[in-house]
């Protein structure tokens, strides 16, 4: 590191707002799940703490000068929440003897959302560089057997690999803005049969007498969140048994962070039946979770993917990312996008199979990605 200092932090608050958000911010745009009110409510909450298995481990890279950079980064003693699944290199490693947990985790907790996971203080790549070489020698230093670093920039990916990260690539699908005016004008770009199934859709979703409210900034209430929190909980114990999230964390973003959260909202009777939780970016909009209290059909498709779609158009948003995995996604006109992760592996055997292994992986990921790409719903990729 020659002159130059690695601290790690414990918590969030062990560096000012002020400073994390300039390097947050350092290549012109906003990412909120990079920003230092969000990641405080996570720990503040309990949500992302020891005892959920998500130890606040933030690197802190400084000269003598000035803080150089930083780095979001957990230290992990389970692979829950991260949406990049490595448990099968985790038993692969325990049965030939080795010790997989704990591991390190440079990445938003419970977020599928891309992102860069090395900040700089200033947009240079000679600082990222040495942000990736400290976050490794971090691993190194510490009694861990790796250090994960997923839903990265497709840039700082390839700037891993020239520093000797092993790359990983899968997929998600986002939808994005050709600078339509409206929702019909999107529609409009589709296959006529396409096109009808969605109108017809997004009738059959509102046909119970349903009404769509979005809600945001100061208009958030707790009132609110009560409604949201019971449908997280319903979602969450069906998929996983155990949610990330806990109710005061919504009351701490509603509290320090509501001007970058939309929530969008079902109501039948006068009363909340669904909602999908969404955070702003400066150009793209973040799809996070969703829930119900009835079943309505395509009542899902409507609250998290057309009126995200409607919203980043309202806006003036370029992307909406609607979290991870569902190839369904794809008839609502969100296409196929590669995901980025890269992977410092300490025992060199065990790197060396990684390795391998990932050779093959992108190779599919790719081909996959351009098979769906060729099969989208736009008329100009119709293979009819």
């Known amino acids: 590191m020659g002159e130059h200092k690695l601290r790690i932090l414990e918590s969030i608050h062990d560096l000012d707002a002020d400073t994390w ?8 745009s906003f990412n909120p799940f990079l920003d230092h ?22 690197a802190v890279l400084e000269s003598e000068e000035e803080i150089l950079g930083v780095a979001p980064m957990y230290a992990k003693g389970h692979s ?37 996971r090395v900040l700089p203080v200033r947009d240079d790549p000679e600082i990222e560089r040495q ?12 009694d861990v057997s ?29 939808w994005l803005n050709a600078g339509y005016a409206s929702f019909d004008e999107f ?8 096109r009808k199934n969605l109108r017809r859709e997004r009738r059959d979703a509102l046909a119970a007498g349903i ?4 809600v945001t900034g100061s208009d958030l209430t707790e009132d609110h969140w009560d409604a949201f929190y019971r449908f997280y909980m319903d979602t969450g114990s069906r998929k996983w048994g155990s949610p990330y999230l806990t109710r005061t964390f919504f009351s701490q973003i509603n509290e320090r962070f509501s001007e970058h959260t939309l929530l969008i909202l079902a109501k039948r009777d006068g009363n909340y039946v669904a909602g999908a939780l969404n955070f702003i970016g400066s150009d793209t909009l973040y799809g996070r979770n969703w829930g119900c209290t009835e079943y309505h059909p395509f009542l899902h498709f409507e609250v998290c993917y057309y009126q995200a779609i409607d919203f980043a158009i309202h806006r003036g948003l370029n992307r909406v990312e609607a979290g991870a995995q569902g190839q369904h996604k794809v008839a609502r006109g969100y296409l196929p996008q590669a995901t980025y992760s890269a992977h410092y592996i300490k025992d060199a055997g065990f790197r060396d199979a990684v390795a391998r292994f990932l050779d093959e992986e992108r190779g599919y990921v790719a081909e996959e990605i351009d098979y769906t790409a060729k099969h989208s719903p736009f008329r100009n990729s119709d293979p009819d």
């Not at 997923?150 to 520093?163: K, V």
């Not at 529609?187 to 396409?194: D, F, I, P, Q, Y």
């Open 80 to 116: 829950q929440g991260e949406y990049v699944f490595d448990y099968a290199w985790a038993d692969a490693y325990q049965r030939a003897g080795g010790r997989y947990y704990p591991k390190l985790q440079a990445s938003i907790p419970f977020t599928p959302a891309t992102g860069r």
């Open 131 to 142: 942000l990736f070489g400290a976050c490794a020698q971090a691993s190194e230093n510490f």
């Open 187 to 194: 529609l409009g770009e589709l296959a006529s049969k396409k």
């Open 21 to 28: 958000n300039a390097c947050a911010t350092s290549d012109g």
């Open 211 to 214: 009404d769509i409210e979005w």
């Open 146 to 174: 790796s250090l994960h670093m997923t839903f990265m920039t497709e840039a700082q990916w390839h700037l891993a690999g020239e520093m000797g990260y092993l790359l990983r690539m899968d997929q998600q699908y986002h």
């Open 37 to 58: 009110a969000f990641l405080a409510a996570l720990e503040d909450s309990g949500s992302a703490t020891s005892r959920t298995g998500w130890q606040p481990f933030h």
